[in-house]
């Protein structure tokens, strides 16, 4: 029984991931992909049934780490949060948007294939679908804060969304445009100066 070169899936996922930066997934290779790993055809239908799944190797685990990002911030127990906490959420904290920043920079490529180079796959509508998700947790939050008295604004699940787009498109375009991190450092100050979620939601002192 033949045993399988594992040697060959380090080399076609670098050489996918170059290819798919350079030309986004429509317009990328199989061919190059393979000649610059030094694989055949052959070798990748072995482990892909094709360029989008091989494409998929290459988001995968991007794509999990932004799911655990996002289901932290759905999953939270409100019962264990006091009104200072609640409150403290919709503070821009520019400590905890740099970490946020941080570890988006940790995964820069992989985010911007999602953002950027995923038309034509299950994930070219990324950006939009992110931000939905994200909806759904600030709904969550703004629920709960104008449960408590703590928010006068009334704000629909529409306009929520709307809001939501707003700062994350503010939050991907850095990366994008490929800013150095000194760059994004200066535009996490900038961001924090300029969306005040407290003053959308008409949060109480």
């Known amino acids: 029984m ?15 991931r170059r290819e798919f930066m350079e030309h986004g997934f429509l317009k990328a290779e199989l061919k190059t992909i393979c000649e610059n790993a030094g694989v055949t055809t052959g070798a990748v239908y072995k482990r892909y049934r094709g360029k989008e799944e091989l494409f998929r190797a290459v988001v995968q685990e991007t794509a ?6 996002i289901a932290l911030r759905r999953g939270i127990d409100f019962a264990r949060m006091t009104d200072e906490e609640v409150r403290t ?9 740099l970490e946020m920043f941080r570890m988006l920079w940790d995964i820069r490529e992989g985010f911007v294939l999602l953002l950027e180079k995923a038309a ?8 939009h679908d992110f931000a939905l998700r994200m909806t759904e947790a600030y ?11 703590l928010a ?8 929520m969304h709307m809001l939501c787009s707003s700062f994350w498109m503010a939050v991907y375009e850095p990366f994008i445009h490929g800013m150095t991190w000194q760059e994004i450092q200066e535009h996490c100050r900038v961001l924090c100066r300029c969306f005040d979620w407290a003053g959308a939601i008409l949060l109480k002192k």
Do not use: C, H
């Not at 999990?64 to 990002?69: E, R």
């Not at 821009?92 to 948007?97: L, P, V, W, Y």
């Not at 006068?152 to 306009?159: K, N, P, Q, V």
């Open 89 to 97: 959420t919709w503070i821009m904290n520019e400590e905890s948007i």
């Open 152 to 159: 006068e604004a009334e704000i629909s699940e529409t306009e």
């Open 2 to 16: 033949s045993v399988r070169d594992t040697s060959i899936d380090p080399r076609l996922l670098e050489s996918a």
């Open 120 to 127: 034509g796959t299950v994930y070219e509508n990324y950006g």
């Open 64 to 69: 999990d780490m932004l799911d655990g990002f």
């Open 139 to 149: 709904m969550q939050y703004y629920r709960e804060t104008k449960k408590r008295g």
